[in-house]
T-cell receptor, first 114, second 115 residues
Framework: GAVVSQHPSWVICKSGTSVKIECRSL??????MFWYRQFPKQSLMLMAT?????????EQGVEKDKFLINHASLTLSTLTVTSAHPEDSSFYIC??????????FGEGSRLTVL | AQKVTQAQTEISVVEKEDVTLDCVYE???????LFWYKQPPSGELVFLIR??????QNEISGRYSWNFQKSTSSFNFTITASQVVDSAVYFC????????????FGAGTRLFVKA
């Protein structure tokens, strides 16, 4: 079945550094991928829609300069958290779908900023 | 407005009890998808079911069953004979046609199943 893989699963970084998270669709081409953020004991909030070959569409309140999204190919989208601060610590999850099918989620990436 | 409401924040049951998780949604789209996902303590999201807006048939999969009622905009999930391994957070989600089927999640219901 379709699989979406995220890397890394865990990342700890120092405040001020940038962190890149990759989201790959392993056996299908995803023209659209979605990035979500989940705070502890809360729901998943959509951050942005990543479109292959074009700029990402960000949800209201999400800083596009802080969370850089690149969807360079049909199987890869990356989320870069720039100049990370402790408040950026969270669980980040990506998803991809083939049209009219269920969303396939990555395993999630837990970011801890010290 | 597109919205998913899971009114039950936490539910605690004893093993072998049946439990129903409620989900009410709002959308003006006529074409949409509804989902249930399970998030165990390890954090990954596990897909349970997808239902499109034109298919109101109820579904049963082992101990799991889903009741989709368009008239009340509800998509409830029942676990029969619950087990400790069912302990997790369960999310109901809506993917409306507007916006390219991006998914909106409910707040989640945390289920505790005690032995």
């Amino acid at each position: 079945g379709a699989v979406v893989s995220q890397h890394p699963s865990w990342v700890i970084c120092k405040s001020g550094t940038s962190v890149k998270i990759e989201c790959r669709s392993l056996d299908f081409q995803a023209t659209t991928m979605f990035w979500y953020r989940q705070f502890p004991k809360q729901s998943l909030m959509l951050m942005a829609t990543s479109n292959e070959g074009s700029k990402a569409t960000y949800e209201q309140g999400v800083e596009k300069d802080k969370f850089l999204i690149n969807h360079a190919s049909l199987t890869l989208s990356t989320l870069t958290v720039t100049s990370a601060h402790p408040e950026d610590s969270s669980f980040y999850i990506c998803s991809a779908s083939r049209q009219f099918e269920e969303l396939f989620f990555g395993e999630g990436s837990r970011l801890t900023v010290l | 407005a597109q919205k998913v409401t899971q009114a039950q924040t936490e539910i605690s049951v004893v093993e072998k009890e049946d439990v129903t998780l409620d989900c009410v949604y709002e959308t003006r789209d006529t074409t949409y998808y509804l989902f249930w996902y399970k998030q165990p303590p390890s954090g990954e999201l596990v897909f349970l079911i997808r239902r499109n807006s034109f298919d109101e048939q109820n579904e049963i999969s082992g101990r799991y069953s889903w009741n989709f009622q368009k008239s009340t905009s509800s998509f409830n999930f029942t676990i029969t004979a619950s087990q400790v391994v069912d302990s997790a957070v369960y999310f109901c989600a809506l993917s409306p046609n507007t916006g390219g089927f991006k998914t909106i999640f409910g707040a989640g219901t945390r289920l505790f199943v005690k032995a």
